[in-house]
T-cell receptor, first 111, second 115 residues
Framework: GQQVMQIPQYQHVQEGEDFTTYCNSS?????IQWYKQRPGGHPVFLIQ?????EVKKQKRLTFQFGEAKKNSSLHITATQTTDVGTYFC???????????FGSGTRLSIRP | DGGITQSPKYLFRKEGQNVTLSCEQN?????MYWYRQDPGQGLRLIYY???????QKGDIAEGYSVSREKKESFPLTVTSAQKNPTAFYLC??????????????FGPGTRLTVT
């Protein structure tokens, strides 16, 4: 079936360091969403990428969609303790398909 | 105050009992979803419904049942046939893909413990 690989599974960084999580698919995606789940909370939508090569920024967060629309990344510059949580990519293979969630990357931060 | 509500937040049941988890939304969304999340894991789709009176199995539907009699409500029943029911259950909804947006809105979740 259609699967997406998200890496790394965990990342522990010093506050102020950068963080990146990657999402890779073997087949072309229609679009991809990113969600953040704080510890004990529920996933919250961050952004949706649709176009090949698209780059979107939200303050310290930069989201990229690959040229081939098979991979995506989320990069956080100068992490803060408020960034702690699990980041999930959620690709769609067509506009009519259901969303598939990646396994997530759990970010923890040393103050 | 629009959103998705799930109740209760914590639920405890004895093995062998069926239990129904509530999910209500006042966002006027057509599509609703149920996910299961185990500790340290991602989200796995149990059932989804794209319109009232219609629903489809997700990846792990065995041992679960749903109904969609009203647009606002999508209750999930965890039956005694579900072998490992203890988990965090998340309900989500999504409106029509206006302007190409497929954003899902999640409820706060119900933590079910079966002993």
């Amino acid at each position: 079936g259609q699967q997406v690989m998200q890496i790394p599974q965990y990342q522990h960084v010093q506050e102020g360091e950068d963080f990146t999580t990657y999402c890779n698919s073997s087949t072309t995606l229609s679009n991809i969403q990113w969600y953040k789940q704080r510890p004990g909370g529920h996933p919250v939508f961050l952004i949706q990428l649709v176009k090949s090569g698209e780059v979107k920024k939200q303050k310290r967060l930069t989201f990229q969609f690959g040229e081939a629309k098979k991979n995506s990344s989320l990069h956080i510059t100068a992490t803060q303790t408020t960034d702690v949580g699990t980041y999930f990519c959620a690709p769609m293979y067509s506009s009519a398909s259901k969303i598939i969630f990646g396994s997530g990357t759990r970010l923890s931060i040393r103050p | 105050d629009g959103g998705i509500t799930q109740s209760p937040k914590y639920l405890f049941r004895k093995e062998g009992q069926n239990v129904t988890l509530s999910c209500e939304q006042n966002l006027n969304h057509d599509a609703m979803y149920w996910y299961r999340q185990d500790p340290g894991q991602g989200l796995r789709l149990i059932y989804y419904s794209q319109i009232v009176n219609d629903f489809q199995k997700g990846d792990i539907a065995e041992g679960y049942s749903v109904s969609r009699e009203k647009k606002e409500s999508f209750p999930l029943t965890v039956t005694s046939a579900q072998k490992n029911p203890t988990a965090f259950y998340l309900c989500a909804s999504r409106g029509q893909a206006a302007m190409g947006s497929y954003e899902q809105y999640f409820g706060p979740g119900t933590r079910l413990t079966v002993t």
